[in-house]
């Protein structure tokens, strides 16, 4: 049988999570990249970025992954990093209207950032039984963002990671399309996976 070619290269995407305070873009920030997840809701300041190695379809993906704060003070701050994202998660949480109602505004953001963004709608905290809205309230509230597609919208759950490689999987699958700059590993100068960083507010990043 004829062995598929090993792909060398290491493709470079940087996708943000963002969304409203508290829908869980922390937690699938860390289940994703670490499998963990706490109950606890500590809210982000500022922005925390992780990079993440990923084969897919046979290719190399370096993912470094920025999650950002969510509530309403820490907007400025995070807006001006959305111009250096390759994608977006807008993310809402399957309990709350409100942050429903959010989505599209954070897309605006979004777009008067970047023209021709690339992002995807999660609806997380799928896991939970109560109190979750339905499809239709969900539908009409999505089918009026301007060049949304149904196909961009997945349920996901950071408790039990449900739909979360599959997501990030159709990122790169979406990013991988627009054609963006490969590096092979050797001048490939991003830092090491696994650790940690907080970009504080005077200093700049990537
Ligand atoms: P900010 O940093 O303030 O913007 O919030 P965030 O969006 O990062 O929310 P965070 O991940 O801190 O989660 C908020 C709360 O929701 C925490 O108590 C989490 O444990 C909980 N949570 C997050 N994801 C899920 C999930 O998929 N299922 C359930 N049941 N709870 C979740
Ligand atoms: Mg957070």
Redesign the pocket.
Known sequence: MEQQKENNQVKSFKIALI?D???????IFLKYHKNTF???????VSIDFEVKNVKYNNNNYSIKIFDT???ERFKSMITPYFHMADGFFVVFDLTNKNSLDSVSHWIELINDKKKDSKFIILG??D??ENNKLKDNEINDVLNKIENYNNKLFYKV???DGKNLTEVFNKMLELLDNKNIIEEDNKSFGLKKTGKKQKISNNKKCC
């Open positions: 969304g305070t508290g829908v869980g873009k922390t937690s706490n109950g606890n809701h500590i809210t982000t704060a969510g509530q997380n905290k896991d939970l759950s950071a408790k």
